[in-house]
């Protein structure tokens, strides 16, 4: 089952995202930040991530930057 990772801020956003996702039949991981993504995705890299861009303290493009 493919893996597919969701970062961002707003947690409506990530509830009503991951459940379309599952839906569909994908494993979904959520984070509300850019720290705690940096870590889970590092360890348990998926083989998607999709990325909040405005993001406080690390955005996307600088998380981004960190897992590349």
Same mark, same amino acid.
């Given at each position: 089952?493919?893996?597919?990772?969701?970062?961002?801020?707003?947690?409506?956003?990530?509830? *009503?995202?991951?459940?379309?996702?599952? =839906?569909?039949?994908?494993?979904?991981?959520?984070?509300? #930040? /850019?720290?705690?993504? @940096?870590?889970?995705? *590092?360890?348990?890299?998926?083989?998607? =991530?999709?990325?909040?861009?405005?993001?406080?303290?690390? #955005? /996307?493009?600088?998380? @981004?930057?960190?897992?590349?």
């Amino acid at each position: 089952m493919p893996k597919i990772a969701l970062v961002d801020d707003d947690r409506n956003i990530l509830t *009503s995202v991951s459940l379309t996702l599952e =839906a569909e039949g994908y494993q979904v991981a959520t984070y509300t #930040d /850019g720290a705690s993504a @940096l870590e889970g995705l *590092s360890a348990t890299p998926p083989d998607l =991530a999709i990325l909040d861009i405005k993001m406080p303290r690390m #955005d /996307g493009m600088e998380l @981004l930057r960190r897992l590349r």
